[in-house]
């Protein structure tokens, strides 16, 4: 009885473990998501652009909440972010090409996480029904021994 216990308890802490793991790389791929639809939403932006836009009026991005009007002044180049608050002048076939490299290493990524929780998910099935079986070969010797 007492390593039935035992061994109930070293199967609740791997699941335990193990899910905490899961829950990571299930905001990590939520995350990837995320940032990936940011980045094609861009790319689609940028592919829009024409000469026939030169003028329009838009909305320039001040903070992440912030925006005041403006005038389309250029459709030949973008200012495209890279990261932490780096902007590169790009012209429209750069700046599409900067969006298909990031957007397919962020695919990539997904993928890789991805692998990684169906990995994880195996590893938790098996881990729990080896433990099964040993509970289950435990419970039968203990008839065995009482009878």
């Known amino acids: ?14 699941v335990s473990t193990q899910s905490t793991g899961e829950n990571m790389l299930t905001q990590s791929l ?9 980045f094609v939403e861009s790319q689609e932006c940028v592919a829009k652009m024409s000469k026939k836009d030169l003028g329009k009026p838009i909305l320039v991005p001040l903070t992440s909440s912030m925006y005041v009007p403006g005038e389309l002044a250029n459709t030949e180049t973008v200012l495209v972010d890279i990261g932490t608050g780096y902007h590169v002048k790009m012209d429209i076939a750069a700046a599409k ?11 990539k990524k997904m993928e890789v996480v991805q ?12 881990t729990t029904d080896i433990l099964q079986l040993k509970l289950q070969a435990q419970v039968q010797q203990q008839q065995q021994q009482a009878s």
């Open 115 to 126: 692998k990684n929780l169906v990995e994880k998910d195996k590893l938790r099935q098996v």
């Open 30 to 38: 939520a995350q990837l998501k995320g940032v990936q639809s940011r």
């Open 97 to 107: 090409q900067y969006f298909d490299r990031i957007i397919e290493y962020i695919t």
């Open 1 to 14: 009885d007492i390593q039935y216990q035992y061994q109930r308890r070293v199967r609740e802490a791997v």
